[in-house]
């Protein structure tokens, strides 16, 4: 059985608990005990909109075309936690022929089966308190920076690109900036974001945390300063 493995990162980095390397270890283990073969990782580092999730598509393209199985996951809420959403793409997914398979011991049996309503009831509600979970760790992050931004430090998680965070206050990075520019500058000639960041990983400007650029990351940087200078 031949899978494509999808792996995904909340931009809410604070509330992300399961990482991309924990990912890729879980899949790759639950791989090795099932004799299922990886065809390849694909990931997103984006907590927008399905639209913007270029992995995502991937995945869905490949399983439409055929040459995969189907997708596993560390475990569905790396479709979204958004438990109707979560829903909508396991249907996607049937729907193109594919299946749908979880690392997750208690995401066993996930495909919808008319002489066991059970399957569909425990899967939703498994969603739902995945759902609830975020929004109550989201909760206390707002609460967490709403006290710490009353005293006066910088509260909003990981600084953007293009700044650090000194003494509770946010400075300008001169690497980082000069990277900015040149990712502005290549997208104002009309470069793909994947092309972008492919410029970038080969002269050696890092992203945020050290590691090479994704499509999704360039993306990410773009849109938010296409806020700022609107």
């Not at 996951?73 to 479709?79: E, K, Q, S, T």
């Not at 006066?152 to 990277?179: C, H, I, M, W």
């Not at 400007?205 to 806020?227: H, I, Q």
Request: hydrophobic share 40%; aromatic share 6%; glycine share 10%.
């Amino acid at each position: 059985m031949l899978l494509i493995a999808y792996v995904r990162v909340s931009t809410e980095r604070q509330a992300e608990r399961f990482g991309p390397a924990a990912q890729r270890a879980a899949i790759r283990e639950w791989a090795k005990a099932t004799g299922a073969r990886i065809a390849r990782f694909v990931e997103d580092a984006t907590s927008g909109a399905l639209s913007e999730r270029e992995g995502l598509g991937e995945v869905l393209a490949e399983i439409r075309a055929g040459t995969v199985a189907g997708v596993v996951v560390a475990r569905l809420d790396r479709f979204s936690r958004d438990m109707l959403v979560q829903e909508h793409l396991m249907s996607d997914v049937w729907g193109l022929g594919g299946e749908v398979y979880s690392t997750a011991p208690d995401e066993n049996n996930l495909r919808d089966d008319p002489d066991d309503p059970s399957r569909k009831l425990i899967r939703r509600m498994l969603g739902a308190v995945v759902e609830y979970d975020r929004e109550m760790t989201l909760l206390r992050l707002r609460n967490g920076r709403r006290a710490k931004a009353k005293a006066g430090g910088f509260a909003y998680g990981s600084p953007p690109f293009g700044y650090t965070a000194v003494n509770g206050k946010l400075r300008r990075s001169k690497d980082e900036q000069a990277t900015l520019r040149q990712m502005l500058a290549l997208a104002a000639d009309g470069a793909s974001t994947r092309a972008i960041a492919d410029q970038l990983n080969a002269a050696g400007r890092p992203a945020k945390r050290g590691g090479p650029w994704s499509s999704a990351a360039v993306a990410r940087v773009l849109r938010t300063n296409t806020r700022k200078a609107s």
